[in-house]
Structures are given as structure tokens and as C-alpha cells.
């Protein structure tokens, strides 16, 4: 508990000091925002800054921090490390840089910010690229909650069709219409269980693995035979949503569009990053004793966990909230899994619907147009959702999927925040050493990952090294070609 405690402390320092570093960096001024400038009554809208925090932070959570944080936890305390510095040197600053730097171009969507400092074929394949993604965002988050609520009731495709129907409504609607209203309640609801459950660590003050006499990959050491997942990379793709997530990327343009001062940047993109990572810390803690508590784990405590270490992260949100905060836990445990991941597909259905949009020049105010967007969209995700019933390993697959696509989108987005910061003059080192790491990390991933090329590690992890240095080459020469034009 001691490393739980510590890791909350730094999450709030860096808020306030390093925070406040990259907003320096930045420079923030009192310029007219798009949100006022070309107010629409549909996307572009002055939303006040507690609502914009709170769709902000359910945009970019859903139930990343959750799940992500369940299974990264099983790795031991090592995921602590990730969640803290990642959410402060990397996520943070990441959602941060981009919602400013879409501010700072009239609510640009990410293919656009790539564009303009990547160049438009690094553009065209990112626009193909993130639309896919927040396709199989949109689609993997509608089947699993339809599950669950198949459980309390009503045929699983019954479900589907009421989600899809609410994922229409809430992608052509205005954005103050259904999205303004309803999420604040579901982001206070994630927040009221993150805090509950915080408060019961505390109270429980469980004796749980420390950083200092376990870090190293537990999971290998309980399960020699079936752990076989490496911390690097496996960890840094597993716990994506509480560390870096490229999915925030295409989400803080929807609140850029909304927000009336840019002083107001910090608390409301870093911050709302911040308060992910707390959440992914609280869930790391919990499932580090659920799966290595001590003298008992508690999996042995809770009536229902029979499957032990290999409990499903959805799995663990429910009988760990049913068990320590009964009646209300059980409600909230509801709201995290199957209205988080609603909420994250419909605002991913919507961002690609403004991310094509954009890229045809086709004006969205009225709705017809929006209709011949959302129709293709729609239907492919709808495609793609009968593959996935089709096939016993569907959803897993796609998720795999996502998961390393989601990781692969951060790092062309750091290597567009570093260009603008070296084209702007200002300390770009703050997010060139996230885009080499994160690089190596997606690079590596693919050499080693089963659903990829499946290398030998020793093997896979040379070869990531040599992409460092590639990528340490390749802006070297871009930086000293840059340079060159400025003299």
C-alpha cells in the first residue's frame, strides 16, 4: 500500500509542477477559441468547463483505465511505475499538446494535425488509419455490453440494435444534446466508485506486493507455464488508457471545439489524464490484491472467483464491487461496464464522423450530410460486428488488434507534437523522448506478439532496438535538414 500511496502523491505533483511545465511550453494565450469563433449549434459549442472535464475524461477513460489497469496489475507492481510516469511525461502531455494544438487550428481532427506538420502522405494513410480505429472502437464496445445486459435480460441482439440505435442518435445529434447531458452523470458515476473503492483500500489497508521487493513480472512466477508475456512490451500495450492512449488523440478535438478560453487547456486535458491515471492506480491496487494479496489473495475471499489468477477483468469489476460496496457497488459496477464502453464508442463513431467530414470539406450542419457519412460508417461497423459473433475468438481478436493500433496512433501523434514544437522554437524534448519510446515499444510489439510475427524475444527485442535507432537517425537528419532552412 505503501507504493499505492506514493504513486497517488506523484500523480499530484506532477499535475501541478510538470503540468504546469508543458502549458508554459505551450503558451497559452487569450485568443478567440473556435468554440466562439465558429459556433455552429452543433460541434462547436461553449460548453461550461465542469461538463467539458467531465466528457473529456469519460471520452478518453470509457473503461480503459479499468480493464487495462486489471490486467497490467498482473504483471505485479511494476505497472505503478508505467501508470505514473507514463500518465505524467507521456499521456498527460500528449492530450494536452494535441487538444491545444487542434484548438490552435480551428478544432483540426488528428489526420489533420498529422497532415499539416507530417506531410499528406503520412496523412492519407492516418486518415484511413484512424477511422479504422475508431471504427473497432465503436464495434468492440458494443458487443460486450450488450452481453452483460443479455444477462439481466432480453436477447443479446436485441441489445445490439438498441445500442446501435442510441450510437446514431448520439453521433448526428448536437453535441450538447445528449452527450452534454448524460455523460457528466456516467463520468461522476466512475469517479464515485474509483473514490469508494479507494476509500475501502484504505480502510482494508490490505498487505499487497511492493515496488521496491517486486519488480519483476509476477505474473510469470505464478503461472510459469501459461505467463508467458514479457513486461517490455506487453505491459506498455496492456495498460494503454491510464499511462498513453492514441484513441484521447481523436477525442480532444471534440472538447477543443467546445472550450471558450485556452487557460483553461491544462485542467481540462491534462488534467482529466491525470484523473485517469488515479483511476487506473486505484484498479491496479485493487487487483494487486485480488491477485497477490497477502497472507491470502483475494480471489480466495470472494464468493464466485473460482477462476483465481485468470479472472476476467469484467469479472473482477463485478465481484470486487459487489463484495466490498455492496447494492451500490453493484449498480456502479454496471455503469462502469456497460456504460463506459457505450460512451466510448458512440464519441468514436462521432470523432470519425467529423474526421471524414473534414477531409470531404463537407459542411455538417445539415443533417442529410451528416446521414451520407454515417451511413458507410455504420455499416461497416455493422459488418464488422457479425464477423465478430461469427467467430468464437472474434471480439479478442479485434481487441488485440486495437490494442496495438491504439498504442501505434500515440506515436505518430508525439512525433506530430515534436515537429510542431521544433518548428515553434520551444523545448521539444518533452515529447521527442516519448515518441522514441513509445516507437520502440509498438515496433518491438509487432516482432514479438503471437497475433503478429510471433519472433523469438531476443530476436524481437534487437530488432526494436535497431527501430530506435532508426527513428533517433531519421529526426536527427530531419532536424539538422530543418535547421539548415532557417539560416
Request: aromatic content about 14%; hydrophobic content about 50%.
Amino acid at each position: 500500500m505503501i507504493s499505492f500511496v506514493l504513486s497517488l502523491v506523484a500523480l499530484f505533483i506532477g499535475y501541478m509542477l510538470y503540468g504546469r511545465f508543458v502549458e508554459r511550453v505551450f503558451g497559452p494565450d487569450d485568443r478567440v477559441t473556435p468554440a466562439v469563433r465558429k459556433a455552429d449549434g452543433l460541434d462547436y459549442i461553449v460548453l461550461p468547463n465542469w461538463k467539458i472535464f467531465m466528457i473529456q475524461f469519460l471520452n478518453i477513460a470509457g473503461t480503459g483505465p479499468i480493464f487495462g489497469a486489471i490486467m497490467g496489475a498482473k504483471f505485479g507492481p511494476v505497472s505503478y511505475l508505467w501508470i505514473v510516469l507514463g500518465c505524467i511525461f507521456a499521456g498527460a502531455t500528449h492530450d494536452y499538446l494535441s487538444g491545444m494544438l487542434s484548438m490552435r487550428n480551428d478544432g483540426a481532427g488528428l489526420p489533420e494535425l498529422i497532415g499539416k506538420y507530417l506531410g499528406k502522405t503520412t496523412k492519407t494513410v492516418m486518415l484511413v488509419f484512424t477511422v479504422l480505429l475508431l471504427i473497432m472502437v465503436g464495434t468492440v464496445f458494443v458487443y460486450s455490453p450488450a452481453e452483460i445486459l443479455h444477462s439481466i435480460g432480453g436477447d443479446t441482439m436485441m441489445w445490439v440494435v438498441i445500442i446501435f440505435i442510441y450510437y446514431i442518435i448520439a453521433t448526428l445529434l448536437p453535441i450538447d444534446k445528449i452527450i452534454g447531458k448524460v455523460y457528466p452523470l456516467f463520468a461522476f458515476s466512475l469517479l464515485f466508485m474509483a473514490g469508494a473503492l479507494m476509500v475501502v483500500l484504505f480502510a482494508k489497508w490490505p498487505q499487497l506486493p511492493e515496488l521496491w521487493t517486486h519488480l519483476y513480472n509476477m505474473g510469470a512466477e505464478v503461472q510459469p507455464e501459461k505467463w508467458t508475456d514479457s513486461i517490455f512490451p506487453a505491459l506498455f500495450i496492456t495498460i494503454a488508457c491510464g499511462a498513453i492512449s492514441g484513441f484521447h488523440a481523436t477525442q480532444t478535438p471534440l472538447m477543443a471545439r467546445c472550450v471558450k478560453s485556452e487557460y483553461k487547456g491544462r485542467p481540462l486535458f491534462y488534467g482529466a489524464m491525470i484523473t485517469e491515471g488515479v483511476v487506473a492506480l486505484i484498479w491496479a491496487t485493487v487487483s494487486a490484491w485480488f491477485f497477490y494479496g497477502s497472507p491470502t489473495p483475494g480471489y480466495e475471499l470472494i464468493a464466485g472467483a473460482d477462476k483465481g489468477f485468470y479472472t476476467s477483468a469484467p469479472a473482477v469489476v463485478n465481484l470486487v464491487c459487489n463484495d466490498w460496496l455492496g447494492v451500490v457497488g453493484a449498480v456502479l459496477a454496471m455503469l462502469g461496464v456497460v456504460a463506459a464502453p457505450i460512451t466510448s464508442g458512440d464519441t468514436a463513431l462521432r470523432s470519425a464522423r467529423l474526421i471524414v467530414a473534414e477531409w470531404l470539406k463537407l459542411d455538417q450542419r445539415p443533417i442529410l450530410k451528416r446521414f451520407y457519412i454515417c451511413i458507410p460508417l455504420f455499416s461497416s461497423s455493422i459488418l464488422l460486428l457479425i464477423w465478430q459473433i461469427q467467430n468464437p475468438d472474434g471480439f479478442n481478436t479485434i481487441w488485440q488488434y486495437f490494442g496495438w493500433s491504439n498504442q501505434a496512433l500515440s506515436v505518430f501523434t508525439l512525433w506530430t507534437l515534436t515537429v510542431y514544437l521544433v518548428r515553434e522554437r520551444k523545448p521539444f524534448i518533452i515529447t521527442l523522448i516519448p515518441a522514441l519510446f513509445m516507437t520502440t515499444v509498438c515496433s518491438t510489439f509487432i516482432f514479438v506478439s503471437k497475433q503478429a510475427l510471433h519472433l523469438p524475444e531476443n530476436v524481437g527485442l534487437c530488432l526494436g532496438g535497431l527501430c530506435f535507432l532508426v527513428a533517433c537517425a531519421w529526426f536527427a537528419l530531419w532536424y539538422r535538414k530543418y535547421q539548415q532552412t532557417l539560416k
